[in-house]
């Protein structure tokens, strides 16, 4: 069986070692977003790569929004040397780490939630609360969203790898178990 694989979103977070002056980027840097009272990081959002990026005094940067792992890096690389010029030195060396990975997948065959449900552990299933099915796979350590149409949703993963070996063990569990329709 096959299936196209859609990368939704990529979620990294950057941690930079230094104090940044929030203040200053606010100051010199225009369309961000920085309501101290209401949230403590600062919104920075760029039109390419597509990406909102939270700037945190701590020298912690949560990315979102990327769509590629070139995407993750080019927005990186732009905030950080926006930090660089307008608030702050940015060390040259700093750790970038993926905290999750969002990706869909639609099967050429329907599902069968039902069966999904009273055959398979860690699966949820309440149709009168929300149409999919919430599986949970420990070896990679991700969780699923399957909709009878075949669609799939897979949230989790830490690299791409992970979620295609997440999703080819899935598609092998969904056969055993006679799932599909």
């Known amino acids: 069986m096959s299936y196209k694989l859609e990368i939704q979103n990529i979620v990294a ?29 600062l919104v920075y959002r760029l039109k390419k790569p597509k990406t909102a990026s939270l700037i945190f005094s701590s020298g912690k940067i949560v990315c979102t929004g990327a769509r590629s792992m070139k995407e993750v890096k080019e927005a990186v690389k732009k905030v950080v040397n926006t930090i660089n010029r307008h608030a702050v030195r940015v060390p040259k ?27 398979l552990e860690n699966s949820e299933y309440e149709p009168e609360q929300f149409p999919g099915l919430v599986y949970r796979m420990d070896n990679p350590n991700v969780a699923f969203l399957l909709f009878s149409s075949g669609k799939i949703v897979c949230t989790g993963g830490k690299t791409i790898k992970d979620v295609k070996t997440a999703i080819e063990k899935l598609e092998r569990i969904l056969k055993r178990i006679k799932a599909f329709v």
């Open 13 to 41: 977070s950057v941690t930079l070692g230094i104090e940044i002056p929030l203040e200053k980027l606010v100051e010199r840097v225009e369309g961000v977003e920085y309501e101290p009272e209401q949230f403590p990081g």
């Open 93 to 119: 060396k700093f750790k970038v780490e993926i905290q999750n990975i969002v990706a869909s997948a639609k099967f050429d065959k329907r599902l069968n939630l039902d069966h999904i449900a009273f055959t």
